[in-house]
């Protein structure tokens, strides 16, 4: 009879307790229970931005005019950046990347003694019967940028007197491209706003090449020519 009564006095306890513990989570929630605002007390505004860089093409040289002016030495000791992938000898050596003597007028992709081009280079091989000036300028600027797929890692040169030095040294490689005679309507036009130089620049860029690669390839860093 004790063992009973201690039994239901344990029982007794150990119910009251839960009973209590679910009475009180159940009041706390009363208490504290928040609603939540019909309109926030402040809001973030995101602003979503596409991929694509806001920076405007370069209106491409009168290469009549900026060619014979260019700073051969200058664009020589810029290929420096180069040499770790590229040669620039008469032998047209190749390294990880093509050789690059005589790569202007030369088809991209085609360097006989260089045999890994990429995909992206030989899908630009069919659309650019050769390397020009324009196609080179551009490809310099940012080879990832004008031929996407290239595995040409090269950062590219932006200022456009760089891309300009360069290839009037490549010019003295060998080259097969004559300098055409200035551009008199070039030389007379007055500097174009900012936003017709983009414009300007756009259309010239597709006259070119197109949005996929360009020069560089021929002259910086470890892809092709």
Request: charged share 15%; net charge neutral.
């Amino acid at each position: 009879m004790a063992d009973d009564l201690t039994f239901n006095k344990i029982a007794g306890a150990v119910l009251a307790t839960g009973l209590a513990i679910f009475g009180l989570a159940n009041l706390t929630n009363i208490i504290f229970e928040k609603t939540p605002p019909a309109k926030p007390g402040y809001a973030i505004a995101v602003t979503e931005t596409g991929g694509e860089s806001t920076e405007a093409p370069d209106v491409l040289p009168d290469w009549g005019t900026v060619l014979p002016k260019a700073d051969v030495a200058a664009g020589q000791a810029l290929t420096a950046k180069c040499a770790s992938c590229h040669q620039f000898d008469t032998g047209d050596t190749p390294g990880t990347g093509p050789g690059l003597y005589g790569v202007e007028g030369r088809p991209p992709g085609t360097q006989a003694k260089y045999t890994t081009y990429d995909q992206a280079m030989q899908d630009f091989h069919k659309a650019h019967p050769v390397w020009t000036y324009d196609l080179i300028y551009q490809f310099l600027k940012s080879p990832q940028n004008f031929m996407p797929g290239t595995k040409m890692t090269f950062i590219g040169l932006k200022q456009p007197q760089d891309r300009i030095n360069v290839i009037a040294y490549l010019h003295t490689l060998g080259s097969s491209l004559p300098i055409p005679p200035p551009n008199p309507k070039a030389a007379a036009a007055p500097a174009p706003a900012a936003g017709a130089a983009a414009t300007n620049s756009a259309a010239a860029t597709n006259s070119a090449a197109p949005a996929s690669n360009s020069a560089a390839s021929n002259s910086t860093a470890p892809a092709k020519s």
